[in-house]
């Protein structure tokens, strides 16, 4: 596949992008600046190259969104024509600056370019952990998946799959107003407990 990834540049979009390209995928990294983009794209193994977040976004066949949340909306408004039809996959935590559990973030961006296909993933995974899908107790860990386009999402689950997580279809895009909220908790028990951003949450299916 063609994978972009918009906010390729920084810490989850580098771990990811490094990830697919394992994988065999086409990778490009979009920026603001392509020249950086391209600097950190020639630091990763595989078919990775770099370029604008216009670049990363046309002809992608899934675009990922790693840019903060903040800027989020207004990236996505920008590149709304190149989007249509396109699975975006939304990594985006909100951290409070919406209303938690009245709106997801995925849903604030699926409103501003309803045209695009939306899966949220990601959420509940650390930066750290995305070369380390089995963790140090030999535990498959989970990607917490939220979809309404159910074949969007099955090439999403299918993707993180073939990346060695265990992806957890969590059912519609609403259930992700849930998802954002279980990231703010993830984050103080991984600092209670001295996890140093390698935590996670499991789900334990009764089988
Ligand atoms: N860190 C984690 O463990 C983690 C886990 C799950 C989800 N997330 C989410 O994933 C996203 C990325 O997190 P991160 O930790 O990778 O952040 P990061 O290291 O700060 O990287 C974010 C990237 O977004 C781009 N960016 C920054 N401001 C922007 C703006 N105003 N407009 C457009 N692009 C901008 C930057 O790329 P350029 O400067 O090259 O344009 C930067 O490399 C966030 O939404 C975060 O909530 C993070």
Redesign the pocket.
């Given at each position: 596949m063609k994978i972009g990834i918009?906010?390729g540049?920084?810490?989850?979009?580098r771990g990811l992008a490094a990830s697919y390209a394992r994988r065999g995928h086409a990778i490009c990294l979009g920026?603001?600046?392509a020249d950086?983009?391209g600097t950190v794209a020639s630091g990763i193994e595989g078919e990775v190259r770099g370029g604008s977040?216009v670049d990363a976004a046309r002809d992608s066949d899934l675009l990922v969104l790693?840019?903060?949340?903040?800027?989020?909306e207004e990236?996505v408004r920008t590149l709304a024509d190149v989007l249509a039809d396109t699975i975006v996959v939304d990594?985006?935590?909100p951290?409070g600056a919406i209303t938690p559990g009245r709106i997801a973030a995925v849903e604030v961006h699926a409103n501003a370019v309803p045209t695009a296909r939306w899966v949220a993933a990601?959420?509940?995974?650390?930066?750290?952990t995305l070369d380390q899908p089995v963790n140090s107790a030999g535990v498959t860990r989970d990607v917490l998946v939220c979809c309404d386009d159910r074949q969007a999402g099955k090439t999403v689950m299918d993707l993180i799959a073939s990346t060695g997580f265990h992806p957890v279809d969590c059912g519609s895009l609403e259930n992700a107003r849930v998802v954002d909220l279980m990231v703010p908790l993830m984050l103080e028990l991984d600092e209670r407990y001295h996890c140093e951003?390698a935590s996670g949450w499991n789900f334990l299916a009764a089988h």
């Open positions: 918009l906010g540049t920084g810490r989850m979009g920026s603001r600046s950086q983009a977040l790693a840019v903060p949340f903040g800027a989020a990236t990594i985006t935590n951290f990601y959420k509940t995974t650390f930066w750290k951003c």
